[in-house]
């Protein structure tokens, strides 16, 4: 279970990043946020996003259209 | 014959002798690298550059606006700081509607040709006397992307440093209470500023 979930399914780029970003803003190093997104392009940007901002994209799965990602943040 | 085996005076000799020349090499060495980390210092490369983007927005349609809003907050998400210089076209983004008060006539002229804010502005391709602009708001709305007058309030949400272009206001009689609340306004410089330390710049 994570830490913080969060439901960014039917938006569209860029507001599930910027969901993610202004989520990662109220939660403490070391914890983990599970994020849920059906926008075609959340794998490439959460990847991306991870990397850029030295994030741990921990798992990431697809059923049935909808994209779940867990990060762990850095500590 | 040992090293060891040599008379005391011999071998303090050598000693001295290795000594002076490590010492030359080496100095030769660390001058060079003060040498160099002085050119870099005086070329402006070490730690002037920060992490941040800065774009220009010159044109005011919806699709344009849409690309440089887009950007702007994804980089923003991506942890970067960002710059927003606003010109001509691109002041419309961040009008909140039109004032005629204290106007020349040219200027009312002016404000009667430019759309009143992000929300009524044109498409650039396929505009068909506004038509264009509805189907696109209807298309975007299906497929739940976010419109662009929420866009903008957003990446100003996101702190994103959001200046107004003062020279292009006031050739198209753009007055301050036209805009929206608290951005900065400044002119080449202030942009150039941002621009040169920054590691993206665009011009949309």
Redesign the interface.
């Given at each position: 279970m994570a830490d913080l979930e969060l439901d960014c399914k039917?938006?569209?780029?860029?507001?599930p990043?910027?969901r993610?970003?202004?989520a990662v803003k109220s939660m403490t190093p070391g914890q983990t946020l599970e994020v849920q997104a059906t926008d075609p392009s959340f794998q490439a940007d959460i990847e991306?996003?991870a990397r850029?901002?030295g994030n741990e994209l921990v798992s990431f799965t697809t059923q049935d259209d909808v994209h779940s990602a867990l990060i762990q943040l850095k500590g | 014959m040992e090293l060891s085996q040599l008379p005391d005076e011999l071998r303090a000799e050598i000693k001295r002798i290795i000594d002076d020349e490590v010492e030359k090499k080496t100095r030769g060495f660390s001058d060079a690298l003060d040498q160099l980390r002085l050119q870099v210092e005086k070329s402006g490369c070490a730690g002037e550059q920060e992490d941040r983007a800065t774009l220009v927005v010159f044109s005011g349609e919806m699709d344009t606006l849409f690309a440089a809003c887009t950007i702007a907050s994804g980089a923003a998400a991506m942890g970067m700081e960002v710059s927003m210089f606003f010109t001509f076209w691109g002041l419309n983004a961040i009008r909140v509607g039109r004032s005629f008060k204290g106007k020349t006539i040219t200027e009312i002229m002016v404000a009667c040709m430019m759309p009143g804010g992000p929300k009524s502005v044109p498409t650039s391709r396929m505009n068909m006397a506004g038509m264009g602009p509805r189907f696109f708001k209807y298309l975007m709305k299906k497929r739940n992307v976010e419109e662009l007058p929420n866009l903008v309030e957003l990446i100003q949400d996101l702190g994103v440093r959001m200046v107004a272009c003062e020279t292009s206001m006031m050739v198209m009689g753009v007055k301050r209470e036209e805009l929206i609340e608290g951005i900065d306004y400044g002119g080449v410089a202030t942009y150039l500023e941002d621009a040169a330390k920054s590691k993206i710049t665009l011009f949309i």
């Open positions: 039917a938006i569209s780029c860029p507001m990043i910027v993610v970003a202004k991306a996003w850029r901002t | -």
